[in-house]
């Protein structure tokens, strides 16, 4: 289950990350519309991404928390 929790606060902080990814602003934007939306927002390959980065990222603090390096069960003893 920690590891569903980790990948999830992971996943939404790189969304964050991938958001501003090629995003262009209209040249006239219409009337009422801010002007700095998007012209394409292309959330769906910033969905993909996010995915892809975040397991990514997800696998490497898997390795590290497998490995030992780091021991978050001390702390709980310690408590």
Known sequence: MTGIFVYIVVWWVVLFAVLPWGVRTPDNPEPGMASSAPVEPHMLR??????????????????????????????????
């Open 46 to 79: 910033k969905v993909i991404a996010t995915s892809v980065v975040a397991l990514l990222v997800w696998l490497v603090i898997y390795a590290i928390a497998q490995s030992g390096l780091v021991s978050f069960r001390d702390m709980v003893k310690d408590l």
